[in-house]
């Protein structure tokens, strides 16, 4: 069963406009959810974990508990945010985590 | 402090041969993990080893062997490689002990066979 949906596979925004990425997740437990970059060519990299509750570059993430939703925000798009976005979850028993199909954006100059 | 690393970054198989891909993380990480990652797919787990001597099967287990050498090493290998194994692979670990503790990359293995 996909515990994590991400329905955008590839996103465009013009540079400055605001960006949202969504993610959804299918869980029982207390969710550990995080928003992964990777830039062209390189190696995944953590953005952001909801626990933190921190802002990232500028992007922030909320945990929805009642919509099952992690959705991934930017008020002002900038061109290096063009990346894949992937959205995970944790299942804490054997340490799992579990991934989105990923969402590429593209910031338009 | 070099985190986690993959050897070799990329490779040619011909179907039917064997390789084996390696990685070792610097952090004292009690879990590794292999991905593979394919267009359209996302990241799908191959197999896990949530701590050292121990390991287990994940989405896509089938194809492949992993063997958890030490805390430090976890190594996958492709018996009898096939074309659908095309892809990019990432090893990747954590802090199981510790609650929330991301995943930590390496930079990938790109596998073509033929």
């Known amino acids: 069963a996909q515990r994590v949906t991400q329905p955008e596979k590839l996103l465009s925004v013009f540079k400055g406009a605001p960006v949202e990425l969504k993610c959804n997740y299918s869980y029982s437990g207390s969710p550990e959810l995080f928003w992964y970059v990777q830039y062209s060519r390189q190696r995944l990299q953590l953005l952001l974990r909801h626990i933190s509750r921190e802002s990232i570059k500028g992007f922030t993430a909320d945990l929805n508990k009642g919509e099952t939703s992690f959705h991934l925000k930017k008020p002002f798009a900038q061109e290096e945010d063009s990346a894949m976005y992937y959205c995970a979850l944790i299942v804490r028993t054997g340490n799992q985590f579990y991934f989105g199909t990923g969402t590429s954006l593209t910031v338009i100059p | 402090n070099a985190g986690v690393t993959q050897t070799p970054k990329f490779q040619v198989l011909k179907t039917g041969q064997s390789m084996t891909l390696q990685c070792a993380q610097d952090?004292?990480?009690?879990?590794m993990y292999w991905y593979r990652q394919d267009p359209g797919m996302g990241l799908r787990l191959i197999y896990y080893s949530a701590s050292e001597g121990t390991t287990d099967k994940g989405e896509v287990p089938n194809g492949y062997n992993v063997s958890r050498l030490n805390k430090r090493e976890f190594s996958l290998r492709l018996e009898s490689a096939a074309p659908s194994q095309t892809s990019v692979y990432f090893c990747?670990?954590?802090?199981?002990?510790?609650?929330?503790?991301?995943?930590?990359f390496g930079n990938g293995t790109r596998l073509t066979v033929t």
């Open positions: 990747a670990s954590s802090e199981y002990s510790r609650g929330n503790s991301p995943l930590h």
């Open positions: 952090m004292n990480h009690n879990s």
